[in-house]
């Protein structure tokens, strides 16, 4: 696993995530295109970031000025994918080898493809972005059932 480094803003702000929501979060990705702030929370404290009926990521995005993503971290390469794409359902992923490094192929359904790309492909850049931070992947592909 890569060593992920964080800025001086990064830290700032997990540390008043932290405070708002009670959930610990590992990572910080400030997405200034999408006006938005992408945390990684630690297994098993997604609930604790959203917080019941949504209040603690309401409050948290109320304080910070910004929209607020939350992604469960997970140990499993897969498994840390599948939540990245969350709603989006992943049917497969297979890895291979390309001179840059690891490429995840993630397969999903024809449906949930717009979901899984996402406006202006926020979601896809999301995805790969915290795959290389936190699993040293170098690419995301993303394909559908009819793509097989």
Request: hydrophobic letters at 40%; proline letters at 3%; a negative charge.
């Amino acid at each position: 696993m890569s060593e992920i480094v964080l800025t001086e803003d990064c830290m700032h702000l997990i540390s008043q995530f932290e405070r708002l929501t009670g959930a610990g979060s590992r990572d910080c990705v400030i997405d200034d295109r999408n006006n938005r702030l992408i945390f990684v929370v630690n297994p098993g404290e997604m609930g604790l970031a959203i917080g019941k009926k949504g209040a603690s990521i309401k409050k948290a995005m109320e304080v910070m000025g910004k929209k607020i993503e939350v992604v469960e971290y997970s140990t499993s390469p897969e498994q840390f994918l599948k939540n990245c794409f969350l709603p989006a359902q992943v049917t497969s992923i297979e890895f291979d080898e390309s001179d840059d490094g690891q490429v995840a192929h993630v397969e999903v359904r024809p449906e949930d493809r717009g979901i899984a790309i996402g406006k202006e492909g926020k979601n896809i850049f999301k995805a790969k972005k915290l795959a290389l931070r936190q699993h040293d992947i170098a690419d995301v592909m993303l394909v559908t059932d009819e793509d097989s």
